[in-house]
Structures are given as structure tokens and as C-alpha cells.
């Protein structure tokens, strides 16, 4: 009586179940599998007639398995030296909030005239001429507008005593008008 030779489809439970022996997972035997028919069909030329395929489809999966448990162990290095690197290279989050607090709260006690001064050029961007335009002051007025603003906040920086008014003693000032800026010439709106 003539052996019917095994074929890939007869030998797919096994395979799985080996897999699922060396992963103790269900999903991760179900890749294996497929890894290792991915691998024996690009493999295949170098199968030798007689050499018995369920042995050798065992024996892809097998490697195939350690080679994954060698890519993971690499990756998990990888990873765990990544996580020193960002742990010495980011300072912890908190102290950026921190920080972040003490530059708005410094930001929020300059006298209103250099807060806007300094936003306009340093947060929207502005040249100092389109600032100063903006204001409706000339450009000299909005460089020592920047400049004592500046100063106070390097001076909070340094840990020196802020001189700064609290914002609730800050004194009042009108409400900003609009302006219509054309040109680099300024049109009060009343």
C-alpha cells in the first residue's frame, strides 16, 4: 500500500499546535504559522526531494520562533536604552509645567503696555515697525516697551524680586480701540 505523502493544508494543525506551544498564545501561534509558510514558500528550492516536509515545516516554525525571540529581545534593549536616553535628555514633565506656569504668571504681572509690546512681536511675530504701528507709539516707545519687559522677565528668571505690580494691583487702563493699520500708517477708530 502506497503512503499518501503529507500535504501543507494536513499539516496545518500541527504546526499550529506547536506554535501554540512555544508562544502560549493563540494570536501570536496563529502568526507563527503564518511566518512560517510565508518563510517555506520562499524557502521551498531548497527542498530536497525525500526530505520530509512535516520535519522541515517543524523545523522553519522553530526557527522561525527563535528568530522572533531574538527580535524581541533586541527591541526590548533598543527600548529600554531609548527610555534612559529620553529619561536623561527630557526633563520630567512636570517641572516643564512648572515652568510654563512661572513664565505666564511673569508674563501676566508686566504693566500692560510692555505685555502687549512683547506678545505682539515675540508671540505673533510682528517687526518691530508693524508693532509699533499696531500700538499706535513710535518704534522707539516699543523698543523700551521690550526692553524693560525683558529685563523684568530676566530678572525673574535670575531669581531676583520682581518689582512687578500683582495684576490685580496693575493699574486700570482703557480698553484697547481698534486701529486700522494701511501702509505702515496708523488710523485711530473712535
Not at 526633563?91 to 516643564?96: D, H, K, L, S, Y
Not at 522707539?140 to 495684576?167: C, H, K
Not at 490685580?168 to 486701529?179: H, M, N, T, V, Y
Given at each position: 500500500?502506497?503512503?499518501?505523502?503529507?500535504?501543507?493544508?494536513?499539516?496545518?494543525?500541527?504546526?499550529?499546535?506547536?506554535?501554540?506551544?512555544?508562544?502560549?498564545?493563540?494570536?501570536?501561534?496563529?502568526?507563527?504559522?503564518?511566518?512560517?509558510?510565508?518563510?517555506?514558500?520562499?524557502?521551498?528550492?531548497?527542498?530536497?526531494?525525500?526530505?520530509?516536509?512535516?520535519?522541515?515545516?517543524?523545523?522553519?516554525?522553530?526557527?522561525?520562533f527563535?528568530?522572533?525571540?531574538?527580535?524581541?529581545?533586541?527591541?526590548?534593549?533598543?527600548?529600554?536604552?531609548?527610555?534612559?536616553?529620553?529619561?536623561?535628555?527630557?526633563?520630567?514633565?512636570?517641572e516643564?509645567h512648572?515652568?510654563?506656569?512661572?513664565?505666564?504668571?511673569?508674563?501676566?504681572?508686566?504693566?500692560?503696555?510692555?505685555?502687549?509690546?512683547?506678545?505682539?512681536?515675540?508671540?505673533e511675530?510682528?517687526?518691530?515697525?508693524?508693532?509699533?504701528?499696531?500700538?499706535?507709539?513710535?518704534?522707539?516707545?516699543?523698543?523700551?516697551?521690550?526692553?524693560?519687559?525683558?529685563?523684568?522677565?530676566?530678572?525673574?528668571?535670575?531669581?531676583?524680586?520682581?518689582?512687578?505690580?500683582?495684576?490685580?494691583?496693575?493699574?486700570?487702563?482703557?480698553?484697547?480701540?481698534?486701529?486700522?493699520?494701511?501702509?505702515?500708517?496708523?488710523?485711530?477708530?473712535?
Amino acid at each position: 500500500m502506497l503512503r499518501k505523502r503529507p500535504d501543507v493544508l494536513d499539516l496545518l494543525v500541527p504546526l499550529r499546535r506547536y506554535a501554540r506551544s512555544l508562544t502560549r498564545d493563540s494570536a501570536q501561534a496563529d502568526d507563527l504559522v503564518h511566518d512560517t509558510l510565508v518563510r517555506a514558500l520562499e524557502r521551498q528550492g531548497s527542498l530536497r526531494p525525500g526530505t520530509n516536509l512535516r520535519t522541515w515545516l517543524m523545523t522553519v516554525l522553530h526557527n522561525a520562533f527563535i528568530d522572533d525571540q531574538r527580535r524581541r529581545k533586541v527591541e526590548a534593549r533598543y527600548a529600554d536604552a531609548l527610555g534612559h536616553i529620553v529619561e536623561e535628555a527630557t526633563p520630567p514633565a512636570q517641572e516643564g509645567h512648572v515652568r510654563l506656569a512661572q513664565v505666564r504668571e511673569a508674563f501676566g504681572r508686566l504693566p500692560a503696555e510692555q505685555r502687549e509690546a512683547l506678545h505682539l512681536v515675540t508671540i505673533e511675530g510682528l517687526a518691530y515697525q508693524e508693532a509699533a504701528d499696531v500700538l499706535g507709539i513710535p518704534i522707539g516707545t516699543l523698543m523700551s516697551r521690550l526692553g524693560r519687559a525683558r529685563a523684568a522677565l530676566r530678572n525673574i528668571e535670575s531669581g531676583g524680586v520682581s518689582r512687578l505690580p500683582a495684576p490685580e494691583d496693575a493699574p486700570e487702563r482703557p480698553a484697547p480701540r481698534l486701529r486700522v493699520v494701511e501702509g505702515g500708517t496708523s488710523t485711530r477708530a473712535s
